[in-house]
């Protein structure tokens, strides 16, 4: 069985820059990477919500039920037989009880709203593909869908997952340390 970690934080916390970072140190392991954003819905699937201040509707990217979780989880444990790390990324990585049930570390990249507002922006600004939105519409977009829906998505799912880590790691400031200790941690479990 393989090791499995999963890695979890909110909106552009560094969740994927650690993963990244995770499976180059492992790079000639037998190692999986599973984005949990690959397993969102299709559209016509995806549930919408309305913001609870202003009553606009949105696509919910950001709760339980866009995910295809049954295909998730069916394709985790697969992964779990075929490989000896698994990694799993995603900011409701640490939300789904059968999901938590299955890792055997449990990591939350915490950083400061601001910051993560911030990254959102450039991600989108400098590569991001919103579909419909004309380039100067972006931030105006980006910062709407995120007062009016993404924050309490936050709270409501993401935020509380922070309890359920192992470990708790910066965002804000990346660490050789960090990352060293995880890999040594999950060496140490593998070859056990």
């Known amino acids: 069985m393989a090791f499995i970690t999963g890695i979890g934080g909110g909106t552009a916390s560094g969740k994927t820059t650690f993963c990244e970072q995770l499976a180059q140190a492992f790079a000639g392991h037998n190692i999986k990477v599973m984005h949990m954003d690959n397993y969102f819905k299709p559209d016509e ?110 709270d409501e799912y993401v935020a509380p997952s922070k309890w359920r880590a192992d470990v708790i790691l910066n965002g804000s400031m990346p660490s050789d340390k960090a990352l060293a200790m995880v890999k040594r941690h999950i060496l140490s479990e593998i070859e056990a």
Request: aromatic share 8%; net charge negative.
């Open 45 to 154: 699937l995806m549930p919408r919500a309305t913001a609870p201040i202003t009553g606009r509707e949105y696509p919910d990217h950001n709760h339980p039920d866009t995910l295809d979780l049954p295909r998730f989880k069916q394709e985790l444990l697969a992964a779990a037989q075929g490989f000896d790390i698994v990694l799993v990324e995603g900011n409701l990585a640490l939300v789904d009880a059968e999901i938590l049930k299955q890792l055997d570390l449990k990591i939350f990249i915490d950083c400061q709203a601001d910051e993560r507002v911030v990254r959102r922006l450039k991600r989108y600004k400098t590569g991001g593909n919103v579909a419909n939105v004309a380039d100067e519409d972006i931030f105006g977009w980006l910062s709407d869908i995120y007062l009016d829906l993404v924050r309490y998505r936050h």
